[in-house]
């Protein structure tokens, strides 16, 4: 007698998995490895940037008050007394009737609190001496980059959980990290089962496949920020199985295994998470495709049982373990990032669950509209390749027709979404 299974709601899936944190751990590395890692700490400014009053410009640092009365007809003459580059100090004090040549990013000397361009000014030398004739007046706070006007001391800049971009790498070298705290990447252990499966270097036999999940997986860990560990693929035997589950999970934070989940002769994950006295939070979620989508908790380890069916594979990656890898990073943004688009096509097709379809996102000049892309079908592969999207389309419906504003779920936007589980209504008009 087949086992009866009973399919939960995919919110309260993805809740219950969410119930469960893996440990964090902190690491520091050099600021040239910190690329696409996550920030382990809040960065909060130590000094003021910039750090003194600069001249954003390439001119002569001046007394406003002096150029007052300037005028195309009646200029007034500055002495030059010195000159500046970035990087030097102007260590003499500037008098009425004085300036100082001063490029950009030259600390304002003292004295001075306005700057005028170069090429504003007329240039002539008399005995010696420099002089500058300047046509127009100047106001105090005249072309100065202030000292704290990018940040101020003590301002808070980015919080634990950021996504280390390279706009982020420009504020830490700013402050001074040479070394970075990130999250330490949960370690995440990929298995493929199947008797069918033969190694990507293989040729094709008859009732064989290459095995396409394992890699898929692996890439997908990775893109999540996991670091992904590969333990192989298996042959459809409950031993074999087992053991290699065993031995995995001394490695690693999370386990992954594709195929063999469903109720099937050959179908072992079900009986090793029960040899293994595993906590199953689930074993059915009521989605299409990934309906047999599996996740079982052992202590602070997860363990899941991802579909063996490409995109089904795919799906359930994506909406149950992204979030975890996420979550372990500190990410306060950990699901895929939702959105609305128009719905390119009819989609007939009926489903009393809840429908993911790997669908292409393009933008209509400013508007955004949806197409399936592939065949719509669990066992696909190919449709994964061109989709950028999975549209959501709750199930319970007769269908849908095209124009209809749906829910997506974006496939390569980093930052992702808080909870995308709200506010998923069939349709709109
Ligand atoms: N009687 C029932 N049969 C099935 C049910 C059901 O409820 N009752 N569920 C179906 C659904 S839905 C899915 S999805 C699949 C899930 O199957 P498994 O997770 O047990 O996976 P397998 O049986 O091992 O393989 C399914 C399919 O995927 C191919 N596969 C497996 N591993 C890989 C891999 N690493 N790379 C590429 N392709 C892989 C495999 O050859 C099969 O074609 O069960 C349905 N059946
Ligand atoms: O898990 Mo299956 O993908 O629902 O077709
Ligand atoms: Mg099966």
């Known amino acids: 007698m087949v086992e009866k299974r009973t399919p939960l709601p995919v919110a309260d899936a993805v809740h219950k998995v969410m119930k469960h944190q893996t440990s964090i751990d902190t690491e520091w590395i050099p600021i040239e490895e910190a690329s696409e890692r996550f920030l382990a700490e809040d960065i909060v400014a130590d000094h003021d940037v910039p750090p003194f009053n600069k001249s954003p410009y390439d001119g002569f640092a001046i007394i406003a008050d002096n150029t007052t009365n300037a005028s195309r007809e009646h200029p007034i003459t500055l002495e030059v007394i010195g000159e500046i ?39 002539h030398t008399d005995n010696g001496k420099n002089f500058i004739e300047i ?9 100065i980059s202030f000292q704290g006007e990018d940040t101020e001391k003590g301002t808070s800049l980015v919080s634990k959980g950021t996504y280390i971009h390279p706009g982020v790498t420009a504020l830490l070298a700013t402050f001074g990290y040479a070394q970075v705290p990130v999250a330490k990447k949960p370690v995440v252990g990929v298995i493929a089962t199947g008797s069918e499966l033969l190694d990507i270097k293989e040729p094709l036999q008859p009732g064989k496949i290459r095995n396409s999940n394992a890699y898929m997986i692996l890439a997908q860990v990775q893109k999540a920020g996991g670091e992904a560990k590969y333990f192989g693929t298996l042959s459809d035997d409950f031993d074999t199985c087992l053991q290699a589950v065993k031995d995995a999970l001394s490695e690693v934070d999370i386990l992954l295994t594709t195929g063999g989940v469903s109720v099937g002769d050959y179908d072992y994950i079900p009986a090793i998470l029960k040899n293994l006295k595993a906590d199953v939070l689930f074993n059915k979620v009521a989605m299409r495709p990934g309906s047999v989508t599996t996740v079982a908790s052992l202590e602070d380890q997860m363990i899941y049982g991802l579909s063996g069916n490409p995109s089904a594979c795919y799906v359930g990656f994506e909406l149950f373990v992204r979030p975890i890898i996420q979550n372990a990073l500190h990410s306060s943004t950990p699901h895929l990032r939702k959105s609305k688009a128009r719905l390119g096509v009819d989609f007939p097709k009926p489903n009393p669950f809840m429908r993911f379809v790997r669908a292409k996102l393009v ?3 400013g508007s955004a509209a949806v197409f399936p892309a592939g065949l719509d079908k669990s066992g696909s592969v190919t449709s994964l390749s061109d989709a950028n999207a999975l549209i959501v389309l709750p199930g319970g419906t007769r269908g849908y027709q095209q124009d209809m504003i749906v829910d997506v779920l974006l496939l390569n936007e980093g930052e992702g979404s808080e909870w995308p589980w709200e506010n998923i209504v069939p349709y709109y008009k």
């Open 85 to 123: 580059g970035a990087g030097s100090v102007f260590e003499n004090n500037v008098g009425n009737g004085q300036a100082v040549r001063i490029m950009t990013g030259a600390k304002i000397p003292e004295d001075c609190d306005a700057v005028v361009m170069l090429e504003l000014v007329q240039e």
């Open 135 to 143: 046509k127009r007046p100047f106001k105090q706070h005249d072309n």
């Open 363 to 365: 933008d209509e000049g």
